[in-house]
Every structure is written in C-alpha cells, then in structure tokens.
C-alpha cells in the first residue's frame, strides 16, 4: 500500500449505530487530518493531530471521536449520527502541522439512514 | 480568519485549448501558502501546485501554471493544452491562520469539464 488509505470505502449505517473509520498512512508523516465534503460545501477540517496530539477540534459534535494511536493511524470513531452527518470523510497527512502539502486518501462515503 | 472564494461553479474548455480557473483569498497572515487541488469523479485528490506567498515568482509543474497577483490576493490557476483527464474537481486553498489555529481553507470548487 503507498500513501494515504482509508477503510471502508463506503459506510451505511443507522442513527444508533457505532462505526468506526479507519485511515493509514504510509508516508512517514507527522500530521494527520479528518475532512468532512459535502456537496455545494467547501471541505470541513474537522480534527488535526501533529506527533499524535489532538491540535484542533474544529468544533464537531461529540458524536464524531477521534483516537490517534500513532503517527501512521487515524480513526474517527461515530455514534448516535444524524442524516446530514451523511458526506465523504477525507483522511490527509503531511509532513508537519504547517504549510506542507496535505496528501488525501480516497475518502469514506457514509450514508446515514 | 481566512476565506478562500470560487467564483466559477462550473467551467467547460475544449480539448487542447488553454483555460483559467479564477481563485481570490482574504488572509491577515504576511506568510501563507497556496495550494491547488484537483479531484478527478470518483477518485482521489492530488495536490496539482503549491505557492508560498513570500516567493514572487509563479509556480509552474508542466502544463498547470499559476498568476499569483499577492496585492490583489488573486490566486489563479491556468491549464494549457487541456487533455480529458483533466475533467475534475479543482479547489482552491489557502493554509494560514484560521483564528486560534493555522489549517487549510478551501474554497467551494470550480467543476472543470473538457470536452473532446
């Protein structure tokens, strides 16, 4: 596998329901990011961490909970979602938390029901 | 807080011919960078070309240049020879300050349609 993966690929789930995202990254990085895209929208930084600490929360609901147990994992942890939580969650690393060039993966397609 | 604005919902271009995607930005920031994105239907986004404020000179990678006008706070991005794989997602970035915290702001996106 080579740069940033994520899993799965596509996601239905009930409102009370518990998912979990998954993404990896196989760039040596030290930032990783959770996105949410929805349509007509720009992309939503949701979460930020550098070297493994939370550096922003971008004031998502508690519904949606991060956990970084490494440089190279990122997982978004969801429970108890709404309908318009439904959206592309993009996953992205970088070098460091500054100006370097974020690399995306391909994204978590969640349908919420 | 920085704001990153689009004005193109959606552009069409014949192929090989040269179009230009339009992109302006607010920033306080006097170090910033700007970015490029494109995202192809159903596929990943890739990084197309990056500008860091303080050089004045115009970043290019092949056939995608950009016209970096830093008063003005104009940001866009010209494609020559336009090819179908070029049918994508375009946004517009701008990694600054966002209040307490510096991130990436993008803008809503210009859909690039080239037709054959």
């Known amino acids: 596998e080579t740069g940033v993966t994520q899993t799965p690929r596509h996601l239905v789930m009930g409102m009370t329901n518990k998912k979990s995202l998954k993404c990896e990254q196989h760039l040596g990085h030290n930032a990783m990011y959770w996105y949410k895209q929805s349509a007509k929208k720009p992309l939503e930084l949701m979460f930020v961490y550098n070297f493994k600490e939370q550096t922003e929360n971008n004031s998502v609901p508690s519904r949606f909970s991060p956990e970084c147990p490494n440089s190279s994992h990122l997982f978004l942890h969801l429970h108890t979602l709404q309908p318009e939580d439904s959206a592309l969650y993009l996953c992205?690393?970088?070098?460091?938390?500054?100006?370097?060039?974020?690399?995306f993966g391909p994204g978590t397609r969640l349908t919420v029901l | 807080a920085q704001t990153v604005t689009q004005s193109q919902p959606e552009m069409s271009v014949q192929e090989a011919e040269t179009v230009t995607l339009s992109c302006t930005y607010d920033?306080?920031?006097?170090?910033?960078?700007l970015f490029w994105y494109k995202q192809p239907p159903s596929r990943q986004m890739i990084l197309v070309i990056r500008q860091e404020a303080y050089k004045q000179q115009n970043a290019t990678e092949n056939r995608f240049s950009v016209n970096f006008q830093k008063a003005a706070k104009s940001f866009s991005l010209k494609i020559s020879d336009s090819q179908l794989g070029d049918t994508a997602m375009y946004f517009c970035?701008?990694?600054?300050?966002?209040?307490?915290?510096?991130?990436?702001?993008f803008g809503k996106g210009t859909l690039l349609t080239v037709n054959p």
């Open positions: 970035a701008s990694w600054g300050s966002g209040g307490s915290n510096y991130k990436l702001t």
């Open positions: 920033t306080s920031e006097s170090n910033y960078y």
């Open positions: 992205a690393s970088s070098q460091s938390g500054g100006g370097d060039t974020q690399y």
